[in-house]
């Protein structure tokens, strides 16, 4: 961080203005606005008097140290892991501060010290004191100062922290605004920490809504990771595996009650690679006349508290259409010979006639 950033960070901090510090220092209001944009800066006679008002010391205001790489940051707390075994809690919370008072603006530093302070705590590492609630205090703080930082894993790693922390004490005023201000695409689960909340907080239905859009949207993502498993296994040849994969994806979509469609587009990819004439129509069958069947969202104690909207009962009809016309045309199900032995428009019927002929020959032979 640059001495006009720190000038500004440490009088927000202070809850100083401008003009109050411009008024302490005897300069106009305008010079500190142009040290905190960079375009100039204090007199060398300034900075001890600067300092003292910004309650921090020169070499802090003039970022002597200015941070630390993420691999020196991992072996200070490998040192610090040493010292608490070797030398107790109270001797590696000290070398943390003053680690931290070296490196101020280092946030990644502080967010670390404070777990590894924290899991200390939690774990008796050091055998600290019965007395803890002043290092929880104080460790809190730390939380709070990383709670601040630009950077967006450790702030959001600092927020769900304190998150926890103000569920635990019921301050669920607090826990909300932080949530709120978590981004949705972090390392931390903002909608788990929002269902803590709700739950904490006796909001059960509101709590399990989210739980069950979850585990919807969950149940989804996990589909397609497995198709795109599935499809990575046969380009690699590896069949049997390719087999493994469909089957626990037909029962993943059964055990979590999804869209009976879903439990056959995995088998019915891995027919299609195969070239397996028989099961590949069979499997489609089933496809499409599971679009004839309604999916009662709420039916399953999974999702009974999500709001569905009503289904549009042609959506099946056009997608069952547009995948007849698909299994006809498509180069790639030419191995079907659909096109010879369907010679009108092909229909779920006429696929039903031609799959029991075929099986009908494959008993014969």
Not at 82 to 100: H, N, V
Request: charged share 30%; hydrophobic share 40%; glycine share 2%.
């Amino acid at each position: 961080m640059k001495i006009n950033e720190m000038i500004k960070q440490k009088r927000i901090e202070q809850k100083l203005t401008q003009e109050q510090v411009a008024k302490y220092l005897g300069v106009s209001a305008p010079a500190v606005n142009k040290w905190e944009k960079g375009t100039s800066y204090p007199d060398i006679t300034l900075l001890p008097p600067l300092a003292r008002l910004l309650h921090t010391d020169l070499n802090t205001l003039l970022s002597f140290h200015e941070t630390l790489t993420d691999r020196e940051i991992a072996l200070f707390l490998n040192d610090l892991s040493a010292i608490a075994d070797r030398d107790g809690f109270q001797t590696a919370y000290d070398t943390a501060l003053e680690k931290i008072r070296l490196f101020p603006t280092c946030d990644s530093l502080i967010l670390n010290s404070a777990l590894f302070l924290e899991g200390c705590l939690i774990y008796k590492k050091g055998h600290p004191s019965k007395d803890t609630e002043q290092y929880q205090e104080k460790i809190e703080n730390l939380f709070l100062r990383a709670a601040e930082s630009n950077d967006l894993n450790v702030r959001s790693q600092a927020q769900a922290q304190l998150i926890s922390k103000y569920i635990e004490r019921k301050e669920y005023e607090q826990a909300q605004t932080l949530i709120d201000q978590l981004p949705d695409a972090i390392w931390t689960d903002k909608k788990q920490l929002q269902a803590n909340l709700f739950i904490a907080s006796e909001r059960y239905s509101d709590a399990a809504k989210l739980a069950e859009e979850k585990l919807l949207s969950q149940a989804s993502e996990l589909h397609c990771t497995l198709i795109t498993l599935l499809e990575i296994a046969l380009k690699e040849r590896r069949n049997e595996d390719a087999e493994y994969i469909a089957n626990v994806s037909k029962s993943t979509a059964t055990a979590l009650d999804q869209w009976e469609y879903a439990s056959y587009v995995a088998h019915f990819q891995l027919h299609c690679a195969k070239k397996e004439r028989i099961k590949t129509l069979k499997t489609f069958l089933q496809m499409i006349r599971s679009l004839s069947k309604k999916w009662n969202l709420n039916a399953s104690p999974l999702y009974r508290h999500i709001k569905t909207k009503p289904v549009d009962t042609a959506f099946g009809g056009t997608l069952k259409k547009t995948l007849l016309n698909l299994l006809k045309e498509d180069p790639e199900y030419d191995f079907l010979n659909i096109s010879e032995n369907i010679t009108e428009n092909i229909s779920e019927d006429a696929l039903s006639e031609l799959l029991a002929i075929e099986e009908e020959k494959e008993l014969h032979h």
